[in-house]
């Protein structure tokens, strides 16, 4: 299939629909608005669903009760008003359904503003609702992968019965870029045996959070778990480059993964041996593999626009094997190549420079 | 000859949660009893609410999503959308309907959902213990209130019915209560050209029901229903105050 040039946001949109997503239902916010927009021409010329809802509240609830009937469904929003949906996030983990969740990153924290930033890896990764609970969190790269992900948070979201956020940035949402626009590639999935009907042939189906037996309530929690140990086995997704003979690793997620890559192509003709490391799943982290790398790589240094969330996820994987660094802000201005090359080049302390 | 059988809609053998004198017990039946009348049971859909109200899926065997406090109609709403064709109904708490969930619940009206919505007002949060709420009455004592409701101090309670009634989306509102044998009968028939609404695609379908709540007023049930009667129905007065389906 041949490359079109596509802003992040409508590839999302647009990825959306081929996968099959009936309904929508958004609020308005920058970066992600052209999500709602494109699709408030696209899901009505389709016969599928569009509410311009009230409020992000409002949207996340619907896509519940559309999801509840065994439908594709997804609403989008970003930061702060991911914030105002993440009671909802929780009732469906706990139900089980698979609401998809588009998170396009601005700046915070409060109102912040609408400059690019990833300082919601912490409210998508930690989950911002009460109780026991995970999220599957993907993170795309490129706008290529908005839609490979975009895809695949439908298909996971079917797959585990779990609610799963794609996790784009401002930068990512609003920038264009050749991809191409393939189809739909995984599997339908048979939710007949749970999804709300209409109770003929067999008695009602409930689909609920509400528990008053405690032993019925610690029972349910275990199931998710075990639920969440199998995702952790079977769909954890990372991307890594020179990592064989390399003596330093820069590790980043999403947008800032097309830095840390640069960066390593420069420090690499300087003589440093560096390697490039990239989590695909936000949640499951691959834990393992970074835990594996830290046996050679004694110094890795993470780079994300903010304050350090994965970077504490990254220590926490390697366990004291490595060194581990933040290099960031959290918003304003992209973290650019030289700046990653002289962050590397003064790593520790340590300087470089001279090579 | 009639005799009296349990209807249909309504699950065998269910244990019954509802506090002694408790109008919710008659509100579920009539809604059962509707449901077999249109033949709705297996076609039917419901986003329950939080509060007394949610146990409502105890009683009815009909599919159910349990929507967070105040969303089900959001909930009920993405439903819609999702199964147009199916009949999509909510049971709500006052505090669920009108102060959680004011946004969710005027913003279905204004569309214009096809959904239908019975709304149990017991004028305070009955499940959390009988806390002021939206539709707790002037000089009403309540734990969070307990000298009573002061205009210049809480302000005034919110009319849900006359606020619905206001949207364009709205095809049918109504007021009901079921302190008499001739009230339910009413009740019934309100509850009834709530679901007609929907059936024939009018649009949002809307019955309040003034209901008793004897633990929290701390009133047996023969004084809940005459203060609702008496006290009630001069702030809430019955009736219908929308109904599209007139000289259809
Ligand atoms: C977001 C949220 N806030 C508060 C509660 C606690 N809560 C449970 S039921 C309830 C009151 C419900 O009152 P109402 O809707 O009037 O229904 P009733 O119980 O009187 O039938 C509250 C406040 C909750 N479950 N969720």
Redesign the pocket.
């Known amino acids: 299939m041949e490359k079109v040039l596509l802003k992040g946001n409508y590839a999302i949109a647009k990825a959306a629909i081929k996968a099959g997503c009936s309904c929508y239902f958004g609020y308005p916010i920058t970066p992600q608005t052209e999500i709602g927009e494109y699709l408030s021409e696209a899901m009505p010329a389709l016969g599928r669903g569009y509410v311009c809802a009230e409020s992000e509240v409002a949207a996340i609830n619907m896509v519940m009760g559309a999801v509840a009937t065994g439908v594709k469904a997804m609403t989008s929003s970003s930061s702060c008003a991911i914030g105002l949906m993440q009671?909802t996030m929780s009732y469906a983990a706990s139900d089980e359904l698979p609401v998809v969740l588009i998170s396009v990153m601005r700046a915070g924290p409060g109102l912040g503003y609408i400059y690019p930033a990833q300082g919601d890896y912490n409210q998508a990764v930690t989950g911002g609702g009460n109780g026991d609970y995970r999220t599957i969190v993907l993170s795309p790269s490129t706008v290529q992968d908005s839609i490979d992900l975009t895809y695949k948070a439908f298909y996971l979201a079917q797959k585990y019965r779990n609610p799963v956020i794609l996790l784009s940035d401002g930068f990512l949402g609003q920038m264009m870029e050749p991809a191409v626009l393939h189809d739909y590639p995984y599997d339908e999935i048979d939710n007949s045996s749970w999804a709300l009907t209409g109770a003929k042939d067999r008695g009602a189906r409930q689909i609920r959070s509400l528990e008053v037996n405690q032993e019925k309530q610690n029972a349910h929690v275990y199931k998710l778990f075990e639920k969440y140990a199998l995702i952790e086995k079977e769909e954890v997704s990372y991307e890594e480059e020179n990592t064989l003979d390399a003596d330093i690793l820069l590790v980043a997620f999403g947008s800032m993964t097309r830095n840390i890559k640069a960066a390593a192509r420069k420090l690499r003709e300087k003589g440093l041996k560096v390697g490039t490391f990239r989590p695909v799943t936000l949640w499951p982290f691959p834990s393992k593999r970074l835990l594996e790398l830290s046996e050679t790589i004694k110094n890795i240094l993470v780079v994300e626009m903010n304050m350090g969330q994965m970077t504490k996820d990254v220590k926490l994987a390697v366990n004291g094997n490595a060194k581990v660094y933040h290099f960031g802000r959290p918003t304003g201005k992209w973290v650019n190549v030289d700046e990653i090359v002289q962050a590397t080049l003064n790593l520790g302390g340590v300087s470089y420079a001279n090579i | 000859m009639q005799t009296f059988s349990i209807p249909k809609s309504l699950k065998e053998n269910m244990i019954y949660t509802f506090c002694p004198g408790c109008d919710?017990g008659v509100a579920i039946r009539l809604i059962a009893e509707l449901l077999d009348e249109f033949g709705l049971k297996e076609n039917a859909l419901t986003a329950a609410?939080?509060?007394?109200?949610?146990f409502l899926y105890n009683f009815l065997d009909v599919d159910c999503v349990e929507a967070?406090?105040?969303r089900a109609l959001a909930c009920a709403t993405g439903i819609k959308r999702a199964q147009p064709d199916k009949f999509v109904f909510t049971y709500?708490?006052?505090?669920?309907?009108?102060?959680?969930?004011l946004a969710e619940s005027t913003h279905a009206a204004a569309r214009g959902e096809a959904i239908t919505t019975i709304c149990?007002?017991?004028t305070?949060?009955?499940?959390?213990g009988?806390?002021l709420?939206p539709?707790t009455v002037l000089n009403q004592i309540t734990t969070t209130s307990p000298h009573g409701r002061n205009r210049e101090y809480h302000g005034f309670p919110l009319k849900m019915t006359e606020h619905i009634a206001l949207c364009d989306g709205t095809a049918f509102a109504a007021r009901v209560s079921l302190d008499s044998p001739a009230a339910i009968i009413k009740a019934k028939k309100a509850i009834k050209k709530a679901f007609e609404v929907q059936l024939k695609g009018l649009g949002f379908g809307f019955v309040e029901i003034l209901?008793s709540?004897p633990t929290?007023w701390k009133m047996n049930p023969v004084e809940s229903h005459k203060h609702i009667r008496e006290e009630l129905t001069k702030v809430y007065p019955l009736g219908t105050f929308k109904d599209l389906t007139e000289g259809l």
């Open positions: 009671e | 919710h609410s939080v509060g007394c109200s949610v967070p406090h105040g709500q708490g006052d505090g669920d309907f009108a102060s959680i969930g149990i007002n017991n305070l949060y009955g499940m959390t009988g806390q709420g539709t209901s709540c929290n």
